[in-house]
Each structure stands twice: as C-alpha cells, then as structure tokens.
C-alpha cells in the first residue's frame, strides 16, 4: 500500500468536514518532540482545518461538537487503559464515541501498539479494539507490517487501513564532546570522552526490557556506559528499584529517571555512540524516529514496523539476547577501534 497523508483520509471519509477532534491534548508546549503536534503540523499551521485537541476527560465535547456541527471528524489515539481508575472511566468515553458515531461523525483512528504494553485486562481490551476497529471509517498505520498484524488481530478489512509514515522529528545535534560535558555537569553522569556510550530514551517501563539490557552490558567485555533516560512510568516503580540496585552494582549503568525537557533532549543523542531498544513487543516506536532524526547507530528489535527498517543506513536488527549481545559487542569494538 502506498501511503497517504492525513488531509487525504480527512476528504476521503467526508470531503465537506474542516473539524478534526484529536483526542489526547497535543501538546503545543513541546512542538519538537510532541509526537501529536508533529503528525498534525501542516495541518495546524494551514487553514483548511480547524483542529480541536481534546483531552481524555472531556468527551462530552465530541458530542456537543458534532450536535452543532455535523460535518466533523474524530481522529483517535491510544484507546486503552492502565489500571482500575481509567477502566472506570471507559464506559463514558465509549458512549460518548458511540454517540458522535450515531450522530454522523466519521472516526479515524491511529494504531499505535498490537496489544496494551502492559497486557492488563488483555481479553476486555481486545474486545473493545475490535469494537473501536468496527466504528471506525478509516484505521491509520505507519507501515505495511501493522496492516498485515492488525487486521487480523482486529478482524478489519485490509481496504479499512491507510498509511500514513510517522513525522519526523527535528534534530538539533551539538558537538559530542560537549553533549558529555553537559550530562556530566548536569546530570552527575562521569562520562568520559573514550568510552562507548549506549543511551535506552523514553519512559521507564517493563515492555522495553531496561534491566535485561542492563545486564547483557554489565556483562560485556568491553567497557561501555548505558544511560537510562526517562520518568517512571505508572505501575513500574518496581523495575525502577530494580534498575537503581544494577546501578549500584556497577558503574556501566547510569539511570536518570526523570522526564527530560526539550532543550535539553540534544544532549543525550548528541552524546550517544549507539540508540539500544530492547522491546518485547512494539507496533510503533517514536524513540526509534528521534535515535534516527539524530543519525544514531541503532540496535533494534525485528518488530512491528522496526521490521522494516533494516535495510536503513546504521540500523541493525535482532531477534534473539544473544543476538542482541553479539550486535552490542561489534559495535563497541568499532567505536573503540575508530571505525565507527
């Protein structure tokens, strides 16, 4: 499938709509890292459409919106929950999409994970994806791969998905040298300017297999740092405590669980040798876009769409720990020997 771009979807499914309800918030405050404000950019800044953001507590708004005007759109993301509070929350959010449905809005909606990351409530969540996927007009991809594992996990025709590539971010690279002395005068982080750094970006969170990556480099023969980057997600306080003791068995580990702010993001993938994902399961990866909006050298998964990613300059795929390993240890030994 060829891709596409939003404003074609939009007239597709209703030619004579110019509102577009986003649910979550984009974040307007982070327009270089915000994924939402960069996939509705070009939209955002022309004038064809008016693009209302809505957060997750205010669905009453679809209704009222589409009541006064029927010719609107609901673009969708991240239909899920996490725990026993958002669960309760669900009932009123699908009636309030069944009824902007019922009242003559079409619904777009964006895939981003094949399961929950954290497959909690996995039974009531596929069913109510498969509910979702059965509302919705148009399901939008980033890849022919998601079409080919979301159609079938969510029973929808292949002719109901459109792609669409994942924005790009924009990069603002300094000089490695001084990203180092900037982490290390900010952060505490004792980098040194020989030693191969590995930096894992994003949320802390127990799909991405931190502490397995944790220990396959503290048993590496060559040295190398890890930096682990990013908030503690909700419900993983636990790997967090895991990850603060492998910190203080060694010093090859440096864990900064904080979110960071966009001023400073240049700073980590400046001074990075190597981006290290380790996921367990992925659709979508926006760590992998900014590791590659930074020309970083990344080691990656084969899944989801990162499957096709590997025919990408600097970019290496892997399906097994060891291989994993294996990979880690050929490009450190590169970067140590100034080949990389």
């Known amino acids: 499938m060829e891709s596409t771009s939003l404003d074609e979807i939009y007239a597709s499914i209703n030619n004579d ?27 955002i800044e022309g004038d064809e459409y008016d693009i209302k953001s809505i957060s997750v507590f205010n669905h009453f708004k679809l209704v009222a ?4 005007n029927r010719n609107a759109i609901l673009h969708y993301h991240w239909f899920e929950f996490q725990d026993l509070k958002s669960l309760l929350g669900m009932p009123w959010k699908i009636a309030c999409i069944w009824l902007f449905k019922m ?22 969540h596929k069913y109510l994806h498969k509910k979702m996927a059965r509302w919705a007009n148009v ?7 998601a079409i080919t594992l979301m159609s079938k996990n ?11 590539p994942h924005p790009e971010f924009p990069a603002k690279p300094i000089d490695r040298s001084e990203a180092r002395d900037h982490l290390n005068k900010n952060y505490e982080c004792e980098l040194t300017q020989d030693i191969p750094l590995l930096l894992m970006f994003g949320n802390i969170s127990r799909y991405k297999q931190l502490e397995h990556t944790a220990d396959l480099v503290m048993g590496l023969e060559k040295e190398c740092r890890l930096l ?11 790997l967090y405590e895991e990850l603060q003791k492998k910190q203080k068995q060694s010093n090859r580990i440096q864990l900064i669980p904080q979110f960071i702010e966009e001023d400073r993001v240049p700073w980590f993938y400046s ?7 380790n996921y367990r399961e992925i659709l979508s990866s926006g760590g992998y876009h900014m590791a590659k909006a930074y020309n970083k050298h990344i080691i990656a998964p084969d899944l989801g769409c990162l499957s096709e990613e590997g025919n990408k300059t600097n970019v290496q795929l892997f399906n097994k720990p060891e291989e994993l390993k294996s990979l880690l240890t050929q490009q450190i030994d590169s970067i140590i020997n100034g080949q990389a």
């Open 17 to 43: 709509a110019h509102t577009i309800y986003v649910v979550p918030l984009i974040r307007y405050s982070h327009k270089k890292s915000d994924y939402l404000y960069l996939l509705y950019k070009d939209l």
């Open 65 to 68: 919106g589409i009541v006064a």
């Open 103 to 124: 009242l003559g809005g079409k619904i777009v909606w964006t895939l981003h994970n094949e399961f929950p990351h954290d497959q909690r409530y996995l039974p009531l």
């Open 139 to 145: 399901l939008h991809v980033h890849c022919q791969k």
């Open 154 to 164: 969510l029973e929808a025709p292949k002719d109901k998905f459109q792609l669409v």
């Open 228 to 238: 682990i980057v990013g908030p503690v997600k909700k419900g993983n306080i636990s």
């Open 271 to 277: 001074a990075a040798d190597i981006c290290v994902f």
